[in-house]
């Protein structure tokens, strides 16, 4: 008798989990990104997301959380769901090579998006020292806007002084940040404070402008890294009832939705966000892709086999400015 209750209770068991792993949904892509907070980075793995889910395949996003080790313990888990692809935006470009072969090795193909690691299936980049100088322009244009005379650079009735706000985390956003220090400084019409303190976060940027701004409270401009950042700045000098809304302003990089809600706000000086370097998206097959819609082609082409438009996809940028 004990024998037939401890087989039926087997039997249950194994029936259990049997119907515990046909309940678990299958993930075809592995999404694993430094921080979904990032209003750029939650835009656009959001997106990637929706269109995954109108074609059927489940996409898992992992948030890292700013943690190389974390995004580590991510991968890994991805080769053991075995999920068909990885897309992976790296929180450290140096480590993650043997992850990224380990993955290639079980047949996953894997797409690294912004930085180059040396190693992926497909990479997705723009020349980042040319975005960088992009946004000193944008301030650089802004600057002879609003202190010229006569709307040119020889009108300018102050020299002006220009905050930048730099990350040296990665080779690439290194590259940004030299393209934004090189131009503002080669314009040779302002005084260029480049702060110690470095930002990828709007906390961390609240943090440098607050430390910043007790020396350099005369500041009319201030570049930044990425547009996490800017948000950081905007916020701080929002907060400052003294400050003269309309003879500031942040220029920056990278762009989404709530971005674009911030910037629009500048006009009438509610923001002093006024501007971002946008990543447009690639050109495949002659064609101009939005960057979600080239995401998520590039990645159902890696899972389903058909991608065949090359391993170095290259975005373009553009200066975005409010709509309004």
Excluded: H
Excluded at 57 to 86: C, H, P, R, W, Y
Excluded at 155 to 181: A, E
Excluded at 240 to 262: C, L, R, T, W
Aim: glycine share 8%; charged share 20%.
């Amino acid at each position: 008798m004990m024998k037939k209750i401890l087989s039926l209770l087997i039997v249950l068991m194994l029936g259990l989990s049997l119907a515990a792993c046909q309940s678990k949904p299958r993930v075809d892509i592995g999404y694993s990104v430094p921080d979904t907070t990032n209003p750029f980075v939650g835009w656009l793995t959001g997106e990637v997301n929706t269109r995954a889910e109108k074609d059927g395949l489940t996409v898992q996003i992992a948030d890292a959380a700013g943690s190389a080790t974390k995004q580590l313990e991510q991968i890994e888990n991805f080769i053991a769901m075995k999920v068909k692809v990885i897309a992976l935006m790296p929180v450290d470009p140096n480590n993650v090579q043997a992850a990224i072969e380990k993955a290639q090795k079980a047949g996953i193909k894997v797409l690294v998006a912004g930085t180059d690691t040396g190693v992926y299936d497909v990479m997705m980049n723009m020349n980042q020292y040319n975005a960088g100088e992009q946004i000193a322009e944008m301030g650089i244009d802004w600057l002879i806007k609003t202190f010229s005379a006569d709307g040119t650079e020889a009108g300018l009735t102050v020299r002006p002084k220009v905050i930048v706000i730099k990350q040296t985390g990665t080779i690439d956003s290194t590259n940004r940040s030299n393209g934004i220090i090189d131009k503002i400084k080669a314009w040779g019409k302002a005084d260029v404070v480049v702060a110690q303190g470095e930002s990828i976060t709007s906390a961390e940027a609240t943090a440098v402008m607050e430390n910043m701004w007790q020396q350099n409270s005369d500041a009319s401009l201030i570049l930044t890294y990425n547009a996490d950042s800017a948000l950081g700045v905007n916020e701080y000098i929002m907060g400052q009832s003294s400050v003269d809304k309309a003879k500031i302003a942040v220029f920056s990089g990278d762009n989404s939705d709530p971005i674009m809600e911030v910037i629009n706000k500048s006009p009438s000086n509610e923001s002093i966000f006024r501007g971002t370097m946008s990543i447009v998206g690639p050109t495949i097959d002659g064609v101009q892709v939005p960057l979600p819609d080239a995401t998520y082609q590039i990645l159902k082409g890696l899972a389903d086999g058909t991608w065949d438009k090359g391993a170095v996809i290259t975005d373009a940028i553009a200066k975005t400015l409010p709509s309004n």
